[in-house]
């Protein structure tokens, strides 16, 4: 899936135009701060340490004046043409920067650098809102690995680059050249991007920076499960602003390193989350995977609890540690590997937050959604940059502030999923399917993507839905044996999925029809719902008749009914193979478990015992061991 998005028109245009834009702003930003602080540019006085700070403060207050005309132009105009016209005005941005570095005019290249905090910040809404209308749902989340991967390795990249170029003979012309140039190459390959047409043509932008700013939170705000990633996003840059801060401090003070040595770690980190965006999208199963966000935070946590045991490893050397010396030692390969697996646990987290918001915000206020986690992301970087500043302030060793990060990001990460249970939930649904079943999927094109319609399947354990959950795209709303939500623990994610109890016509007649009302307007609100027919799950491995309220619920609303078949999960500790379930452990553990999907019977069609021929044909292509 990664590769075949790099060669189609509909992805590679944006790849490259994300890529030349963040190598850009990394390598003037970096010249820039390598000008300033080793030449002892100062503006008005300044000294240079606060210069620098300065910058940054620069860069990212455009997002906080012009975010939310960003979003309202995104979704007002075409947003392939938006980003052409923001990567025309980085060209002639970039040749005001040229004339600055040439000039060695300090004030005429923090201008640049407004500016180009403002063409990123239009630039924004438009690269992540343009992905859901050029690809399929399923390639959301390659498409999402891959922006990110780019994302960081520009970043390191230019970082680098500008860094070496601004300190050779000759530097500033070097650099003048070169991100003019860059702006250039980056123009060309959005010439390429195809049409990505408005959806909302109607919207008229005010004048004011305050208005538009305070609606894109109000809208932001809407669906709280958005708004709720777009928190675990802003954290995630929180986390990573602190941590890229220290990392010169850390060098120098802690470890005794020099700038070669700080080069590597933002080498580690920018691999990392590089490595951490394609895992992620192998790991998920080309599908937006919640389940692997608290996953991501854990292992953030645990490594960077880990930095924080390994304390100041020597004392610090009386020459500059190099690179070679530093990774000789076993102390300096544990920092090494644990800034890398730190980074990659982030890209399990910051992935599918990302494609989470691209699919559940509403198409015509997407531009202005995403626009608005850029405000919110900003708002806390700012924040946590003040925040480190206080804690230095109070004398806190270097090291304690990765203990402080760990138990913060755990702690934030426990809120995040107690509130938003959809998020638990699915980690439970992955770590099932992928770390203690290993599920394949076959046929799940024929699941409609749009619409209502009812998912029919054999009933082999009570974890039956937790394995079609995670194998289908649309989150079903499951029916079950209202006895079911009385079980410990399992009760309450079946009270966070919605799952719908329902009871036989003898045992309770009036809860019966309240779950036939329930499935009714599920379905009128164009919601998958998933039913058992069975009633019961299998005592003896083998499917018992189906009832007929398949029939019932069809003839009430027609939608098309599709068969499913469940293969090995009989003889699992969650099956009543030999006895009662989930009191003999360790029973089919890390089994293949596959769900088999048929394709879809018109409610006209629709029989119980057809749709049970179906199932049973279905479980014939991969018989139980």
Known sequence: MLGGLLITRRFWPLFWTQFLGAFNDNFFKNALVILITFRAVHIAGIPPEQMVALSTAVFILPYFLFSGFAGLLADKLDKAAVVRGTKLAEIGVMALGAAGFVLESPELLVLVLFFMGLQSTVFGPCKYAILPQHLQEEELVSGNALVEMATYLAILLGTIVGGILVGMPGGDWLVAVGVVLTAVVGFGAATFIPPAPSVRPDLRMPWDPVRPTLE?????????????????????????????????????????????????????????????????????????????????????????????????PWAAPEARMAVSEFLSTWSGLRITVDLGMLAMFGGFMIVPLYSFIQLRALPHERSRVIAGNNVVNAVWMVASSLALTGVFALDVQLVDVFLGLAVLNLAVTITMYTVVAEFMLRFVVWVLSFGVYRLKVEGEEHIPREGPCVLVANHVSFIDWFVIAAAVRRPPRFVMYHRFMKLPLISYLFRQAQVIPIAGAKEDPELLQQAMDRISSELQDGWTVCIFPEGTITETGEMMPFRPGIERIVQRDPVPVVPMAINGLWGSFFSRKDGSAMTRPFRRVWSRVSVTVGAPVPASEVTAAGLQDRVAALLARHPDP
């Open 216 to 312: 894109l939170l109000r809208v932001a705000r809407r669906q709280r499960p958005v708004w709720l990633a777009i928190l675990g996003i802003s954290w995630f840059w929180s986390f990573g602003a602190v941590l890229l801060s220290l990392f010169p401090a850390y060098t120098k003070d802690v470890l005794g390193g020099g700038e070669s040595l700080a080069t590597l770690f933002l080498a580690m980190f920018s691999v990392g989350i590089g490595m951490g965006s394609v895992l992620c999208e192998r790991l998920s199963r080309e599908r937006v995977e919640l389940g692997l966000v608290p996953l991501g935070a854990l292992g953030m946590s645990v490594f960077c609890l880990d930095l924080w045991l390994v304390g100041q």
